[in-house]
C-alpha cells in the first residue's frame, strides 16, 4: 500500500450488513468489481475517502474520514447510491488555501489556514467562490450552506480556475474545512 492507501468498507445493507466491497485505493467503478451502486453503510478503517455517487469519480462527492457510517444519513447523503471513490491523496500539517471571488483567480481574495464555519462571518461578501488555489500539505471539503452543511466539494493541492474544475455544481460555497482525520 502507498502512503496515501487506506482501507473503506461498503455495505448494501444498513448497519453493515448484507454483501461488501473492500477498497484499498482508487476504485472507478463498483459495480466493475460485482457490486451494485447501493450502499446504505460504511465502515473507514483508516484513511480519509472522496466517494461519489456515480462511477468514474463524477457526480455528488461526500467526504468519509475514519469512523462508521451506520446508514446513508450519516454521510449527508439523500439516497443510497455510490458509484466510485477514492482515498484523499494529500495529508499533512501545512494548510493554506486562497480564495476568489473571480474566475481565473480575479476579484476578492481570502486566505485560510483554519476551518472557517462561515466566510461571511469571516468578512467574505458574497456566496460564491469562483476560483482557488489550494497549497500546502493538505485537502479540504467545502460546503455550500454555513456550518459545513450542504453539498460538499472536495479539493487538494492544485489551482482551480473555475467551479466547474472541481466538479462544482454551482460556486456557491460559504463554509469550509480541513480534512485531518487520516489514520
Given at each position: 500500500?502507498?502512503?496515501?492507501?487506506?482501507?473503506?468498507?461498503?455495505?448494501e445493507?444498513?448497519c453493515?450488513t448484507?454483501r461488501?466491497?473492500e477498497?484499498y485505493g482508487?476504485c472507478?467503478?463498483?459495480?466493475?468489481?460485482?457490486f451494485?451502486?447501493?450502499?446504505n453503510?460504511?465502515?473507514?478503517?483508516s484513511?480519509?475517502?472522496?466517494?461519489?455517487?456515480?462511477?468514474?469519480?463524477?457526480?455528488?462527492?461526500y467526504i468519509?474520514?475514519?469512523?462508521?457510517y451506520?446508514?446513508f444519513?450519516?454521510?449527508n447523503s439523500h439516497?443510497?447510491?455510490m458509484g466510485s471513490?477514492r482515498p484523499?491523496r494529500?495529508?499533512?500539517?501545512?494548510y493554506?488555501?486562497e480564495l476568489?471571488?473571480?474566475?481565473?483567480?480575479?476579484g476578492?481574495c481570502?486566505?485560510?489556514?483554519?476551518d472557517?464555519?462561515?466566510?461571511?462571518?469571516?468578512?467574505?461578501?458574497?456566496?460564491c467562490?469562483?476560483a482557488i488555489k489550494v497549497?500546502?500539505?493538505?485537502a479540504?471539503?467545502?460546503y455550500?450552506?454555513?456550518?459545513?452543511?450542504?453539498r460538499m466539494y472536495i479539493?487538494?493541492?492544485?489551482?482551480?480556475?473555475s467551479h466547474?474544475e472541481w466538479?462544482g455544481?454551482s460556486?456557491?460555497?460559504?463554509?469550509?474545512?480541513?480534512v485531518?482525520?487520516y489514520?
Amino acid at each position: 500500500m502507498s502512503q496515501y492507501s487506506g482501507k473503506i468498507v461498503f455495505y448494501e445493507g444498513k448497519c453493515f450488513t448484507g454483501r461488501k466491497l473492500e477498497v484499498y485505493g482508487d476504485c472507478d467503478n463498483f459495480q466493475d468489481r460485482g457490486f451494485m451502486n447501493r450502499v446504505n453503510s460504511i465502515r473507514v478503517e483508516s484513511g480519509a475517502w472522496i466517494c461519489f455517487d456515480h462511477p468514474d469519480f463524477r457526480g455528488q462527492q461526500y467526504i468519509l474520514e475514519r469512523g462508521e457510517y451506520p446508514d446513508f444519513h450519516r454521510w449527508n447523503s439523500h439516497n443510497d447510491h455510490m458509484g466510485s471513490c477514492r482515498p484523499v491523496r494529500m495529508h499533512g500539517e501545512h494548510y493554506r488555501i486562497e480564495l476568489f471571488e473571480g474566475c481565473n483567480f480575479t476579484g476578492q481574495c481570502m486566505e485560510l489556514c483554519e476551518d472557517c464555519p462561515f466566510l461571511q462571518g469571516r468578512g467574505w461578501n458574497k456566496s460564491c467562490i469562483n476560483a482557488i488555489k489550494v497549497y500546502g500539505d493538505g485537502a479540504w471539503v467545502m460546503y455550500e450552506e454555513p456550518n459545513y452543511r450542504g453539498r460538499m466539494y472536495i479539493v487538494e493541492r492544485g489551482d482551480y480556475r473555475s467551479h466547474n474544475e472541481w466538479q462544482g455544481h454551482s460556486a456557491n460555497v460559504q463554509s469550509i474545512r480541513r480534512v485531518v482525520n487520516y489514520f
